[in-house]
């Protein structure tokens, strides 16, 4: 990794992913920079009082946790359908993650602390990825240093990014379950374990209320795309930015 001592592989390629979903309308596309932007201002909303220390960065980190590439720039086909990749399709790739690290530490150290962190929250469990996250781990020390903060805070920050990925992603998944039932967002930096539901008005109501509001709105975009099959991804990209935005707002309520 270019600058920041760990040794580059070479032989990966770089893949861009995005989270793709198959509707009655077709596919229904949401770039990972919309992913985050939703994650971030989930972020934004958390209880004042328990807001983990270098909270701007914080946020920012949430926002750019996944922004190493652009989608729409090289957008990529599956060789067995011709359809869109799925980002649940992607493997560990050296290029990919050098990449992600090198723009989040460009913004600074405790944005790329936290970025390393998700990096090894994704691969710690990949064989190819384990001598990477080795190398990520042992330069935690040295970085946390150099940004001044203690294990415990890089922690805190770290495990609220994750649970407001998380819950990004069932968003955007459209994960969420009918009939009111409740399923699991992640545990949250307090450690309580987080639930959501859908009220019969279409509110996204969160157990326990971990933010300041009562409730509040967000939102994020997708690309509605009729064609299933592409030739080949030049004609998928000429779609995909060609493609109908549409804006999903939401309420999450107490």
Not at 29 to 35: F, T
Not at 176 to 190: A, C, L, N, T
Not at 194 to 215: A, H
Request: hydrophobic share 40%.
């Amino acid at each position: 990794m270019c600058g920041l001592g760990i040794a580059h592989i070479p032989g990966a390629l770089t893949y861009h992913h995005m989270i793709v979903n198959y509707t009655q309308q077709g596919w229904s596309i949401i770039l990972q920079r919309s992913h985050g932007l939703l994650a971030a201002q989930i972020c934004a909303h958390w209880r004042k009082t328990e807001r983990p220390p270098r909270w701007i960065e914080t946020v920012i980190a949430t926002a750019e946790h996944d922004d190493w590439g652009d989608e729409l720039a090289t957008p990529e086909l599956n060789d067995a359908t011709s359809g869109p990749v799925n980002f649940k399709m992607k493997k560990f790739e050296i290029t990919r993650c050098d990449r992600l690290l090198e723009l989040a530490f460009a913004k600074g150290r405790f944005v790329g602390l936290l970025t390393a962190r998700h990096i090894r929250f994704l691969y710690s469990g990949d064989a190819a990825a384990k001598a990477y996250c080795s190398k990520l781990k042992a330069k935690e020390s040295k970085w946390r240093k150099e940004a001044q903060v203690t294990d415990q805070h890089i922690s805190a920050s770290y495990e609220l990014l994750e649970f407001c990925d998380a819950f990004s992603l069932l968003i955007c998944q459209g994960l969420m379950q009918p009939q009111g039932r409740k399923m699991e967002i992640s545990s949250g930096p307090d450690g309580k374990k987080y639930q959501v539901s859908v009220s019969e008005t279409g509110n996204l109501q969160v157990s326990p209320w971990p933010f300041e509001e009562k409730s509040f709105q967000v939102s994020y975009e997708s690309r509605q795309l009729r064609q299933l099959t592409f030739s080949n991804a030049d004609e998928f990209k000429e779609k995909l930015l060609d493609a109908k935005v549409i804006l999903h707002q939401l309420t999450i309520a107490d």
